[in-house]
C-alpha cells in the first residue's frame, strides 16, 4: 500500500460511509440517484491565502470547504447527497494537519448528511487548494434559481450581514474596540460560514428565486435581479445586523458600504410571493433559522438601497470579485 | 457584470450545453439522471509542476484535466454525462490562456459527450491547478469495480504501456537518439492521453475487474488484484510497447523498469473470463480500440512480471506516488 493509500484509508475512509463510495478502495464511485429527483451540482474551491489564512485550524479549513458548498445547495432548496474533494497539499502539510482536516471534514459531513464519494491528493509548490465537488437532489424540475423573482414578491434575508467581511478586516489589523464577544463573533463568522440547510426545504416550498450570498448582498442580490428581469428596493434599515455589526458601523458608518457590498456572508436571500410569506416565515421558525423581510421586488431594473432618510446608497464596489 | 462574469459567459458557457446547466448564470446546475442508471462519480485534479509543464499549451492542459477523469469513468464501464471545474489560477494568467483552455475543454466535451454544468475561477499565488468532478452513468448495479476478477481470467490491457513515462524523462532533457517521429510519440503520449471511452461498454458486458492505469501498469495492476483477493502472472514480453518505447527499452534495457512502473499511461487494465474473451477482443475491435492479452489470474497473492527466461522482475518502485 503506497503512502497516498494509507493515508486515504486512515483518514478519509471514515467519512465515505455510502456504500456506493466502495470505501474510497476505487476509482470511482457510484451513487443510486433517488427516483423522481434531480440532482444539484455545485463545485467551488477554496485556496490559502485567498478564503482562509495558512494558519487556520485545519478542521475548519475543512468545514469551509464543505460549507460554502452547502449553502448553495441550500439556496436552490436542494439537500445534500455527497461531495466529491481534490486537495492540492504543499510539503510543509503533514499528517497531524491532515488528520485534523479530516476530523473537521468528517463532523460536518456527518453534522449534514453528506458523506465522502472519492477524490485525490496531490502535491504542490504553492497554497492549499481544496476544491469540493458537491451533489444534492430536489424533486424534479423544482430547483429554486435566481430567475424567478416578479414584482410584489417580499425579499428575504436568513441570519446577520456583513459579519464575515468585518470579521476578515479584524483578521488583517483593525481594532474597533469591540468587547471580546463581538470580535469572537465577527472571527467566527469568517472562519465558519454557517449554510442555512436547515431553509432548504421552505426556500424550495415557497420561494419564487433565491441565492447564497457570497460575494455581497448588494452584487449578489444585483444577480438575482438581473436574472429575473426585475428591480428592487432594499430598506437598509431592516437589514439584519449583529450587535458587533452595529458596534462597528455606529463607530464608523462608511463600514455600512462594507457590510453591504462584503464578501463571505453564506445567508440566503429569497423572493417570495406575498401570498406565501407567512407561511415561509412558518416554515423558517420552525426550521430554527431566522429570516427578515428587507425589501420587495419592483418592475423595471436596478437595485435600490435605501437609508432611513429615503435616499439611495452608492457602493464603491458593489461586489466582491476575484479578478 | 463583474469581470469574472463577463469571462465566463464568453469562454465557459459556450461549453456548458445542457438545459441543467442554466448557461452558468445560476449558483448551480441540475440534471435529471437517466432512469434505471447509477451515475459513477470521479475527481481528479492537476496541477502546474507536477502533472503538466507550466508552458504547456493551455488546450492541452485542459484536455488532461478532462481526460485522466475520463480515462476513469471508461474503466468503470460508465459513459461521460457531464462534469465540474474548478480552476486556481496564477496572475499571470490572462484571457489569451482562458481562451485556449476553454477552447481545449470545449473541443473534448464535444468529442466526449461531457458538457460542462459549472464551477468556479480563484485567484492562486502558486501554480494552475485544475481540478475537475466528472459524473458519467452505468445500467444500475452494473459498475465495474477493482474487486471481482477470479482466477482463471484472462488480463487484458488497451494501447501502449510506458509511453508517457518516457515522454516525460524525454521533456527532463533524457535523449535516446529517436527519430523524430518517436520523439513525437512519446511527447505526446504524456500531453495528451487517450482515454479508451469507446471500450467501455465492452469493458461493462465483459469484463469481471478493471480499472485504469494511471499510476503504473505494475502498481495499479497489484492494487486490481488485492481488491480482488487474487494473484496474476503477467508475461512481459506481451506487454504492448509503442515502437519508440520499444526502440528506448532496446538501447537501455534499464527503461524496462520505468515502462511497467511509470505513470500517466491511461489505459485500462481489466480481467475477463475465458468464455467471454472472445467476445470482449471482438467488442474492442468493433470500437476501434486495441487489446492486448498480457497474462492470467491466479489464485493467491502477489502479481509476478515474468521475463522472457521465466523469471520474475523486481521493481524499483511498484508504482508513482506523490507522498
Redesign the interface.
Known amino acids: 500500500m ?4 494509507r ?1 486515504i484509508a486512515r483518514f478519509f475512509k471514515p467519512i465515505a460511509t455510502d456504500p ?1 463510495a ?1 470505501g474510497l ?9 433517488p ?1 423522481g ?11 490559502g ?3 482562509f489564512f495558512p494558519d487556520d485550524d485545519a478542521d475548519l479549513v475543512a468545514s469551509k470547504a464543505l460549507r460554502v458548498n452547502l449553502s ?2 441550500a ?2 432548496g ?1 439537500r445534500p447527497l ?1 461531495f ?3 486537495l ?1 497539499l504543499p510539503k510543509e502539510v503533514g499528517e497531524p494537519w491532515l488528520e485534523a482536516f479530516a476530523r473537521g471534514l468528517g463532523s460536518d459531513a456527518a453534522l449534514f448528511g453528506c458523506p465522502l ?11 492549499v ?1 481544496v ?1 469540493v ?1 458537491m ?1 444534492g437532489a ?1 424533486p ?1 424540475g423544482t ?1 429554486v ?3 424567478g423573482a416578479i414584482a410584489g414578491d417580499r425579499v428575504f434575508v436568513t441570519g446577520t450581514i456583513g459579519d464575515a467581511a468585518l470579521g476578515v478586516m479584524m483578521r488583517n489589523g483593525k481594532d474597533w474596540k469591540l468587547s471580546a464577544p463581538q470580535r469572537q463573533h465577527l472571527l467566527s463568522r469568517y472562519l465558519v460560514p454557517q449554510p442555512r440547510n436547515a431553509l432548504a426545504e421552505a426556500v424550495r416550498a415557497h420561494a419564487s428565486a433565491a ?2 450570498i457570497s460575494d455581497g448582498l448588494a ?1 449578489d442580490f444585483g444577480k438575482l435581479c438581473r ?1 429575473s428581469g426585475v428591480a428592487a428596493d432594499i430598506d437598509v434599515t431592516r437589514v439584519p445586523l449583529s450587535d458587533a455589526a452595529k458596534a462597528v458601523v455606529t463607530a464608523d458608518g462608511g463600514m455600512l458600504d462594507t457590510v453591504l457590498t462584503g464578501g463571505d456572508d453564506y445567508e440566503i436571500i429569497c423572493a417570495v410571493p406575498t401570498s406565501k410569506a407567512l407561511r415561509f416565515q412558518d416554515a423558517a421558525r420552525a426550521a430554527g433559522v431566522t429570516v427578515s423581510e428587507i425589501g420587495e421586488i419592483k418592475t423595471g431594473e436596478g437595485v435600490r438601497f435605501l437609508a432611513a432618510d429615503g435616499r439611495a446608497l452608492n457602493f464603491r464596489h458593489a ?1 466582491f ?3
Open positions: 503506497s503512502a497516498e493509500d493515508l456506493g466502495l478502495s476505487d476509482d470511482a464511485a457510484f451513487l443510486k440517484p427516483a429527483f434531480d440532482l444539484v451540482l455545485k463545485a467551488d474551491a477554496i485556496v491565502g485567498v478564503h448553495d445547495l439556496a436552490k436542494a455527497g466529491l474533494i481534490s492540492a464519494f472519492g477524490g485525490d491528493t496531490d502535491r504542490i509548490s504553492g497554497p487548494v476544491s465537488a451533489f430536489v424534479e430547483m434559481q435566481r430567475a441565492m447564497d452584487g436574472a461586489s470579485s476575484h479578478f
